[in-house]
């Protein structure tokens, strides 16, 4: 009680606020001059996803199903058909981007690893049709990395 009152006469917290206003005013400048400059970005941040292969070219999705049933949006649909060695193999893999909210449900989700959130963050588009994304535009190489570019 004896604390609350000194608290409030001698105006402690409203010092304690001015204090850290006082360390932001000597701090140097944070803004960044995006699009000219950009900010390093974390290691684990989630941009856009993108599908993998492995080392020889194949696909890492089994066409398992398990991102289609985490997503809280449904916005991932496959067709898969089975190949000669009787394994499932995606066919289709198309991706809603318009409506991702990024929660990375479908990546935990994925037994192979195969889906993974990318550093791309420039998603912008003038088509909607555009964030359809189909399978041969989710491995990031060259050409996926101008998809965003060309509108
Ligand atoms: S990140 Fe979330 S919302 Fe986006 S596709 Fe994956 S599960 Fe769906
Ligand atoms: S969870 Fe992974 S392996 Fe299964 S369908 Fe989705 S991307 Fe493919």
Known sequence: MIKKIFKKIFLIDL???L???LKYFFL???????PEQKLKLQPRFRG???LYKDEEGNDLCIACGQCIRACPDSLISIYSERGPDKKLR???WTFNLSRCMFCGLCVEACPTN???FSHEY???VYDRKKLYIHKKNMYLDENTKKY???N
């Open 15 to 17: 010092i304690k606020g």
């Open 90 to 92: 995606p066919i289709t």
């Open 28 to 34: 140097g400048k944070i803004t960044v001059q995006y």
């Open 148 to 150: 965003f570019e060309e």
């Open 122 to 124: 420039e998603l912008a």
């Open 19 to 21: 204090l850290v206003t």
């Open 114 to 116: 195969a889906i993974r």
């Open 48 to 50: 856009l996803l993108r």
